[in-house]
């Protein structure tokens, strides 16, 4: 009797010793760092003000909860880690860090549009010629309805309710556009361009 409970014992403390061992990150943990990645990205590029107060903390989540399991890790194997270890732990923070230095500059913002120029190009002239204005992707960008302007037209890209932006078409000049229903009821301050060449602008306008 008293031998099997002592068996008993073992196995419950083996067990609650594999529960709390702390390996390097698996496929599950890469999983959500390649999510949050391709959030933050999307982000980036839309330049939404609104889903970036979704990706920070998802970020800063993701940033915790490896180092707290790091911690852990290194301390139970006192730092003596295999080399294939430390390569599987630091590659997180490794990536989050290249991403998060990219997304402080511009390289993603226009290599998102330069990727999608063609297609927007080719939607300039559907529209120029009469076409539909009901759209669904084009290029990289979830268009939706286009906006006639007054020289031309526009389309959101990112309409988060703490600010909005898109691309515009100028057939000369900056756009001059028609007022919506936001602008003309003073929701929306006026919008600001930035010219990215072959009459494309980019838009932004926060909310006032």
């Known amino acids: 009797m008293i031998a099997t409970n ?11 010793s594999a529960r709390l061992r702390v390996g390097p990150p698996g496929i599950i943990f890469f999983a959500a760092t ?5 959030l933050a990205v999307d982000t980036n590029t839309r330049g939404s ?3 970036l107060l979704v990706t920070a903390p998802i970020w800063l989540a993701l940033a915790v909860a490896w180092f707290v399991r790091w911690a852990i890790a290194g301390t139970r194997a ?4 295999s080399p294939s270890a430390w390569a599987r732990w ?37 529209i120029s010629a009469g076409g539909s204005r009901s759209r669904g992707w084009v290029g990289l960008y979830a268009v ?12 959101v890209v990112d309409d988060s309710g ?15 556009f028609v007022e919506d229903e936001g602008e003309a009821a003073g929701v929306w301050t006026g919008p600001s361009f930035q010219s990215i ?11 006032d």
């Open 34 to 38: 390649i999510a949050a990645v391709v």
């Open 90 to 126: 630091l590659a997180i923070p490794l990536v989050l860090g290249v991403v998060f230095a990219i997304t402080r500059t511009d390289v993603l913002i226009d290599a998102r549009f330069n990727l999608s120029r063609d297609a927007m190009n080719a939607l300039a002239r559907d």
């Open 144 to 155: 939706g309805t286009i906006d006639l302007t007054e020289n031309g037209f526009r389309f």
């Open 162 to 176: 703490l600010g909005r932006s898109g691309f515009a078409y100028a057939t000369a000049g900056q756009p001059a």
């Open 49 to 51: 003000l609104g889903m």
């Open 197 to 207: 060449g072959d009459g494309w602008w980019r838009w932004t306008e926060e909310w």
């Open 78 to 81: 006192r730092w003596r880690l």
């Open 6 to 16: 002592s068996a008993g014992s073992n196995r419950l403390r083996n067990a609650i």
